[in-house]
């Protein structure tokens, strides 16, 4: 009989262990790649391999706003998951500036680093310098912003810009019933995340003949720009304006401009705690998909796959979440709004990986 | 006689004692920082800023300044990529007219200044918008691309010395032979020193000037064409931090902002502390933050030791 429960017992554990440990073990699965339309392209990295520890440099193009801080926590922490095999970790922060972004990969290539992570400032000026580093053997991995040449690079860790505005655009004109009025607050013009969610968000609108522009204007990923935009917007506009299709940090400043104006619209923004927590806060019907932070950490577990030469896909699509307070037929909420909007952050949090440690706050 | 050459030179010598020190220091801190790749590095990266500054001394001597240089500088760079647009037969005639076109918004601005009377910080300051704006309309994005044969501008070498130092020490030599051999030149410093006095003496101060502006924006355009080839494209606000980190050097160097002393030798110096320090900070990885305390507080220092002077 002892023998007989032992054995069920036994049984019993390892068909558990059998169903629910790759479940377990299982990451979560970026769901933009189910919408790409073309094959995952992986890249042989055998020629890159080297013996570690190794030198990981990072030259980032800014810590310029909230985002872009969190962000470099995030590469550092990838680093402190990884100190056995990284003896050394440099970062630079090329203060928004291309040409001393190109000074700084020099620098970091005159350290010895054996792999080079990339967030560049601009696309294409960033481009013959990582290039040159390929040349030289130095794997480049970029992160969050590429470089302009496919064979410029090893693997670009990012999530689609383009799916990110179609997403904000098809949720806002499905809130709006196919018809109204709307006002659109850009990033940095000229920035490819920016006029990569621009032009995903004016795709959606072709389909919504009845919703109409009434403005656009670049709001520099600012709260304080968006508030200033938006209150001159609604100076010009008034209470013909339905909808905000913002793709960043300044739909916070916008919702502010609005509280403050007494309108309440739909509107759009990513991931920002001041805007999830104020959406629920006063009310407005809200959506919000992130471009996550924790790419930062992606990146170094990559580069230091690259450097073991295991096989990495060119293009790395991260997992993102969606949250809104209202579904529509197409957009639905991840998860509550309440779980993702934390009462207890400061009001430049992003929803992030890190320990407690490297948290700027 | 000696002493007294080093008396009248003493702003220079201090220049590139804190040169040697500085290099000194971070060479014994970093053991990269003397390397044969990390010096090819420096000296690519001393010729942008080099030239600019070569063109506001010029400028800060006449007790002037440029402020729309950083746009010319903006200018060059997208205009010589936008034209080109990768191709090789285009290059020449490119380089020409922007050239050409830094040189006559240098002609404008220093006509504007001699003519009206008015503050050069106004009417560059002016210009740089116009520009700017100007620059805007053209494109807002980063914007076209040069043929593989231009990269030599910025990354080529002469028997294993990077073609960009060369050039910057073309420019720097010629800018001291012109300002310490020629009359010109002593009409740039009594110009800076006294403009009534150099007036009076029959000096054309407003023919002066007008060139010492066409000369600045000579080099920005430089500097631009320089960019142009580093990047490999052109962008719209490239040239916005060379506006005040082109005076930085000058100042380092000992030239006075109320003009008539100073000159290119010193600024030389200013040059290479200004890159340097960029660098070793970057070498000793200094956090982005401590960078920017460490250059502003270069920038609060350099003012003060002008205005000790002054006094």
Redesign the interface.
């Known amino acids: 009989m002892k023998k007989t429960v032992t054995i069920i017992v036994a049984a019993v554990f390892l068909l558990t262990t059998m169903v629910f440990a790759p479940m377990a073990m299982a990451k979560p699965f970026p769901r933009s790649w189910l919408w790409n339309s073309t094959a995952l392209q992986m890249m042989d990295t055998s020629k890159f391999a080297k013996k570690g520890p190794y030198v990981v440099g990072f030259s980032?193009a800014s810590?310029s706003n909230s985002w872009r801080v969190f962000f470099e926590r995030q590469v550092r922490y990838g680093y402190e998951l990884n100190k056995d095999q990284i003896k050394r970790y440099?970062?630079?922060?090329a203060?928004d500036?291309?040409?001393?972004q190109?000074?700084?990969v020099?620098?970091?290539?005159?350290?010895?680093v054996d792999v080079l992570i990339l967030s560049a400032a601009?696309?294409?000026?960033?481009?013959?310098v990582a290039r040159?580093t390929m040349r030289r053997g130095i794997p480049v991995i970029c992160v969050d912003r590429r470089v302009t040449s496919d064979e410029s690079f090893v693997s670009f860790i990012t999530s689609s810009n383009v799916a990110q505005g179609r997403a904000q655009m098809l949720w806002l004109a499905e809130m709006l019933g196919g018809r109204g009025n709307i006002v659109m607050l850009g990033g940095i013009?000229?920035s490819g995340p920016a006029?990569e969610r621009r032009s995903g968000g004016e795709e959606i609108l072709s389909a919504f003949p009845n919703v109409k522009v009434l403005d656009f204007q670049y709001a520099n990923w600012s709260p304080a720009e968006g508030k200033r935009i938006m209150k001159a917007l609604i100076q010009t506009h008034g209470r013909k304006i339905n909808g905000i299709w913002g793709d960043g940090l300044q739909t916070s400043g916008a919702m502010e401009a609005m509280k403050e104006a007494g309108m309440k619209v739909p509107i759009t923004g990513d991931h920002l705690n001041a805007f999830l927590v104020r959406a629920q806060d006063w009310g407005f019907p809200a959506m919000s998909i992130d471009f996550p932070v924790s790419m930062g950490t992606d990146s170094v577990e990559i580069a230091l796959k690259v450097l073991r030469g295991e096989p990495v896909p060119h293009i790395y699509e991260v997992p993102r979440t969606v949250v809104c307070t209202q579904d529509t037929e197409n957009i639905k909420t991840d998860m509550p709004w309440s779980r993702m909007a934390h009462k207890d952050w400061p009001d430049e949090a992003w929803n992030n990986t890190l320990p407690k440690n490297l948290l700027p706050y | 006689m000696r002493i007294g050459l080093l008396k009248r030179h003493s702003a220079v010598f201090i220049v590139y004692v804190i040169l040697a020190i500085l290099i000194l220091t971070t060479g014994l801190l970093s053991d990269v920082f003397l390397t044969f790749r990390n010096l090819e590095n420096l000296l690519r990266q001393v010729a942008p800023l080099g030239f600019v500054s070569v063109g506001q001394t010029f400028a800060i001597l006449t007790a002037g300044i440029d402020l729309s240089i950083g746009s010319v500088v903006s200018m060059t760079s997208v205009l010589t990529t936008g034209m080109i647009e990768g191709q090789q037969q285009l290059v020449l005639p490119v380089l020409v007219l922007v050239f050409g076109l830094a040189i006559l918004i240098g002609f404008i601005n220093g006509t504007i200044i001699s003519k009206t009377g008015v503050h050069p910080l106004i009417v560059t300051l002016g210009m740089m918008s116009v520009v700017q704006g100007g620059i805007l309309l053209y494109t807002k994005a980063p914007t076209g691309s040069v043929p593989i044969s231009y990269d030599f501008v910025a990354w080529g070498n002469v028997w294993k010395i990077p073609f960009p130092i060369l050039l910057f020490a073309s420019v720097a030599t010629i800018a001291i032979i012109f300002l310490r051999l020629t009359v010109f030149g002593r009409y740039v410093y009594a110009t800076g020193g006294n403009e009534e006095v150099a007036r009076l003496s029959g000096i054309k101060t407003g023919r002066v000037k007008t060139i010492v502006y066409m000369i600045c924006s000579f080099t920005a355009a430089l500097t631009g064409i320089m960019l142009a080839s580093r990047m490999g494209m052109g962008d719209p606000l490239v040239g916005e931090r060379y506006m005040l980190d082109s005076i930085i050097p000058v100042l380092i160097g000992g030239t006075r902002l109320t003009g008539g002393v100073g000159g290119v030798a010193g600024t030389i110096g200013g040059i290479f502390i200004f890159i340097i320090l960029s660098n070793a900070l970057n070498l000793l990885d200094v956090t982005a933050y401590w960078q920017w305390i460490v250059e502003g507080l270069v920038v609060i220092v350099s003012v003060s030791l002008y205005f000790r002077q002054k006094r």
């Open positions: 980032n810590i440099y970062v630079t922060d203060n500036k291309p040409d001393k190109i000074a700084d020099e620098d970091l290539l005159a350290k010895g601009t696309m294409a000026a960033l481009d013959p040159r013009a000229g006029e």
